[in-house]
């Protein structure tokens, strides 16, 4: 499974736009880039997934530039309701397969 | 529908105790999950069900067993607790027709071993 690391904490205030960005140097072709979202006393909530470029949903936007090594998700004009812990996990997209979360990204946004 | 509902919410053990935590989804996924999250840490794979009838280890399986029961449920066994087992417990189950690899987690169950 491809190791991931990203950033142990970011702060940022109402209205901004957050960008987290995640290294998986070791990607595997076949591996697509996923990111959870975990409030706290809750189980993590997927919000975005893809394989290349630019995907967007209506939560969050995934940015992965064409060699994959990295990703950015970027969370438009957050609020205080975004504080959360942002996970990335890197790997083959099946069912049944094993996903490591790693110590995440924990976002604190302030008013 | 419910999605992933987990049972009991809170439990306090003493060492040595042995108690079933149990998972359930209604959402006809295939894969099932147990995970563990000790405080200020992720998430770590304990045993993990790809379909009904099968199990396999994940990264920290010692000192649990579990049990495929059915499609809908998935149950995890801690035969002698130990303080070190003081966690959150989260199931989830993935198989979804629209993607098959999403994981929907149910609400924890938060486990104090004494």
């Known amino acids: 499974l491809a190791k991931t690391t990203q950033p142990i904490s970011m702060d940022s205030y109402e209205g901004q736009e957050v960008n987290i960005t995640c290294s998986h140097n070791n990607i595997a072709t076949n591996d697509y880039i996923t990111w959870y979202q975990q409030f706290p006393s809750q189980g993590p909530r997927f919000i975005i997934q893809?394989?290349?470029t630019k995907v967007t949903n209506e939560v969050a936007s995934l940015f992965i530039p064409a060699d994959r090594k990295s990703s950015t998700l970027s969370l438009p004009r957050v609020s205080l309701s975004d504080t959360a812990v942002y996970y990335c996990?890197?790997?083959?997209?099946?069912?049944?397969?094993?996903?490591?979360f790693g110590g995440g990204t924990r976002v604190l946004v302030k008013p | 529908n419910a999605g992933v509902t987990q049972t009991p919410k809170f439990q306090v053990l003493k060492t040595g105790q042995s108690m079933t935590l149990q998972c359930a989804q209604d959402?006809?996924?295939?894969?099932m999950y147990w995970y563990r999250q000790d405080p200020g840490m992720g998430l770590r794979l304990i045993y993990y069900s790809a379909s009904e009838g099968t199990t396999d280890k994940g990264e920290v399986p010692n000192g649990y067993n579990v049990s495929r029961l059915n499609k809908r449920e998935f149950s995890l066994r801690l035969e002698s607790a130990a303080p070190s087992q003081t966690s959150v417990y989260f199931c989830?189950?993935?198989?979804?027709?629209?993607?098959?690899?999403?994981?929907?987690f149910g609400p924890g169950t938060r486990l104090t071993v004494l």
């Open positions: 996990l890197v790997g083959f997209k099946a069912a049944g397969n094993k996903l490591t």
């Open positions: 959402m006809n996924h295939n894969s």
């Open positions: 893809g394989y290349k």
């Open positions: 989830a189950s993935a198989g979804d027709r629209a993607s098959t690899d999403t994981q929907y």
